[in-house]
């Protein structure tokens, strides 16, 4: 397999249909009939099933674009991909493909559950928690799924996927792991016996806090077959120009993804080890400072660019983001600029005193001098 710069820059160049280096952006929602006439099979005659890739209809269904984001994320996961307008619309998807009875599922990113709590409304999907799984595995049934998150949102933490595996696949469940945290080349899922691998791709993938996107991902072309044939009817592709985008992102992804878990890395280090000199800092979370014995292998090659620290107080927590000159206060992560959220803004299960911070490709000897300074200014009153 070649490297991921090589593979994302050039995996679609055999899909271009033009001469330019850079594609284009392919506007058209709608694309010509074959002229040849045995090519025109009428709809009724057609199995539903059947495959829609490779030939561009009408571009809810498919598009050039989104043809080539595909190439280039499938290549760089060793995957097949389908891609969506947002990693919500991914993980709708996965839940609408497996059409499971009992979910179990841990904590993780807000939308999740709310997509969660959308199926027990609609069609009495029941919830368990990772925990209940863990301790009854007769829980499951054939067809249900096991949904984890890893690195998980907001804190970071890692869960152990070869675990999860083995009890869903023990009763004929599936696993479907949510790694927007720990893209390639930091996690592989697949290898610990993930069945669906989803990430928002708003975030690592694209980099540059300008597209929305998701992706799912899986290992098998029927289920890249179905996956497609579904989301016509879920209308959840990703979008023409959010398409170049994104093909315009994968271009430096491995560049973006290495520096951002190194400066991390970096900066936590940074973190753990004045804790002495900046007590108001109660805790420090981040898979790096994770001592389970499945990690090295789960994480193979480095962490991820997102930690948590807990302060002394809720006041404290809300006030420090304004005291920082390079971490915008804000939502998402994953882009090139460096953010910093204090996450009970967004998320009403999280502690009241975390802030989260998604670390970017800035030089990190100013990402550290900004959060000394910011750290000293609240330690001298
Ligand atoms: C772990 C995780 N998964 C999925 C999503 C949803 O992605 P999107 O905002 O692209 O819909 C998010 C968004 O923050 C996330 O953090």
Redesign the pocket.
Known sequence: MTGISTTSIHAADKLSRVSDVVAPINVSTTYKYSENVNDLVKAADRNPDDSIIGEHVYSRETHPNSEQAEEILGAITDAHAVTYC????A?FAAFTHCNPKTLAIGG??H??HGIADVFTKVKNLKQISLEDCKQDPTLLSAGDMVYV?TPV?PDGEIFDLELFANIAHSRGASLVV?A??APPPLSDPFKQGADLVIH????FFGGHSDL???VVLTKDPKVKNDLVNERVFLGSNIANLESFLLIRSLRTYELRILRQSSNATKIVEYLTANQGKYPKISKVIHGSLQKDAFISKQMPNGDSPVFCIELESEELAKAFPGKLKYFHHAT??GGVESLIEWRPLSDSHCPPNLLRFSVGVENVEDLILDLEQALSNIHQK
């Open positions: 947002s990693g919500i619309a993980i993780g990113y939308g999740t998150e949102n949510d927007t945290f928002s791709a708003t975030k929305l996107a998701g998402s992560l």
